[in-house]
């Protein structure tokens, strides 16, 4: 199961992680919340693409990783209930 990293960025990241931050790494993402980060975000599938498929495993990690508040990340990708709550 995917969803697209545009939705994970401007959907839910900007309402359920305010003052977050993407660094663009050679081969990942670091996205950088409340002094924790996650190292291993995928960057996607080559030079320039900002919209790809991310496995929901991965939004899931951000979540719990991240301390993101479960129920406001539900809220804007409900697949993350399909997947049950982890955090």
């Given amino acids: 199961m995917t969803v697209r990293f545009s939705l994970v960025r401007r959907g839910w990241l900007e ?3 305010p003052g977050h931050a993407i660094s663009e790494k050679l081969h990942h993402k670091w ?3 409340q002094g924790r980060v996650v190292r291993d975000f995928p960057k996607g599938p080559g030079a320039g693409s900002s919209d790809f498929d ?3 495993h991965q939004v899931r990690k951000l979540v719990r990783h991240l301390l993101i508040d479960y129920d406001c990340a539900n809220g804007h990708i409900p697949r993350l209930a399909r997947i049950g709550k982890s955090v």
């Fill in 15 to 17: 309402d359920c992680a």
């Fill in 31 to 33: 996205i950088r919340f």
């Fill in 54 to 56: 991310v496995d929901i």
